[in-house]
């Protein structure tokens, strides 16, 4: 059985959402801290850059197009791994993405091999083995166990077969309502424009749920608020302010309504007066991800450094 990475003419780690100005930015609880603070407005942070960029189109262009398939995970953090391997006609392989610096609790969501030679094509075909598993599961293993099937079937081969290895990953979801933006996300990227906006706006209510509650149980007696989506966001929006915090820039203000109407269209498909875009579908994909650091940076749940709106 062969045993780890082959040929190590590769290894590259990749990450960050591509900004304007062509530069790659850290998604990180600062930048997203830097779009607030700045109504909006905010500069690219790479050395020698400082040009204007905006940060709303950049996460939302992640989720659209064909570069999405790449893209698509990277406003939650995710990230690309980058390697090569040799696999041997009939031979096991064993790739442990540890290795390639996945971390144990990392969620990986897609493995791509793509063969090259000094032959027009690879002497192997990598097979994944994923031994009893009925199905390809949704969170990929982090040890996956390849076979090389022999192209030239009895006929002896002594070449190695040489793939580019590319691994999409992103760290563990911890919150419920990221793991529902993660489905949202998810289901977008597989066409269901629907199903990403319902689990947008699920994600974004139970996050302002985890703030009104705190909130409203400072001022009553009463366990919980019973209010309405856009109720909650006017109370995050009133508190921010009344903690001397800038004002939500209007486009997050503006799509919070458009999610909060789509929503109430898909699951009441007879109120429906206009196709769902993948535009729209991303406008409100990106407004629930802003809304859920906004409601993280409001409580000091995504650093420590955070305000902390009471």
């Not at 090389?148 to 070449?159: F, M, S």
């Not at 760290?171 to 977008?188: D, F, H, M, N, S």
């Not at 856009?230 to 995050?236: F, P, S």
Request: glycine letters at 10%; a negative charge; hydrophobic letters at 40%.
């Amino acid at each position: 059985m062969s045993m780890g990475i082959g040929d190590q003419n590769l290894h590259m780690l990749t990450g960050g959402i591509l900004g304007q100005c062509g530069h790659p930015v850290e998604v990180s609880p600062s930048l997203f801290k830097s779009y607030f603070a700045g109504g909006g407005t905010q500069t690219c942070p790479a050395e020698n850059c400082g040009r204007a960029i905006d940060l709303w189109e950049a996460v939302k262009a992640c989720f659209l197009g064909a570069g999405a398939a790449f893209s698509l995970l990277t406003p939650l953090g995710g990230m690309s791994v980058w390697t090569t391997i040799q696999i041997e006609p009939g031979e096991f392989f064993e790739l442990d993405l540890e290795t390639l610096g996945v971390a144990s609790d990392d969620i990986v969501r897609g493995i791509t091999l793509t063969g090259f030679s000094h032959m027009d094509v690879p002497p192997v075909t990598p097979a994944l083995i994923f031994g009893n598993q009925p199905r390809l599961p949704v969170h990929l293993p982090h040890q996956l166990t390849f076979f090389g099937v022999n192209k030239a079937g009895g006929q002896p081969v002594t070449q190695v077969g040489n793939f580019n290895v590319h691994v999409q990953f992103l760290p563990k979801q911890e919150t419920p309502y990221r793991q529902l933006l993660l489905g949202g996300v998810i289901a977008l990227g597989d066409g269901d424009k629907r199903g990403g906006v319902i689990d947008a706006h699920t994600a974004a209510d139970i996050a302002l749920d985890s703030f009104t509650t705190q909130l409203v149980q400072q001022l009553t007696p009463y366990q919980e608020p019973r209010l309405g989506f856009l109720e909650k966001v006017g109370m995050l929006m009133v508190a921010r302010s009344q903690s001397g915090l800038p004002p939500v820039p209007e486009p997050l203000l503006k799509t919070l309504g458009v999610l909060n109407q789509r929503r109430n269209w898909a699951v009441h498909p007879s109120r429906v007066t206009r196709e769902l875009t993948d535009d729209v579908a991303a406008d409100c994909l990106t407004a629930s991800l802003f809304l859920i650091h906004l409601v993280e940076l409001s409580t000091g749940a995504e650093n420590s450094d955070s305000t902390v709106v009471t």
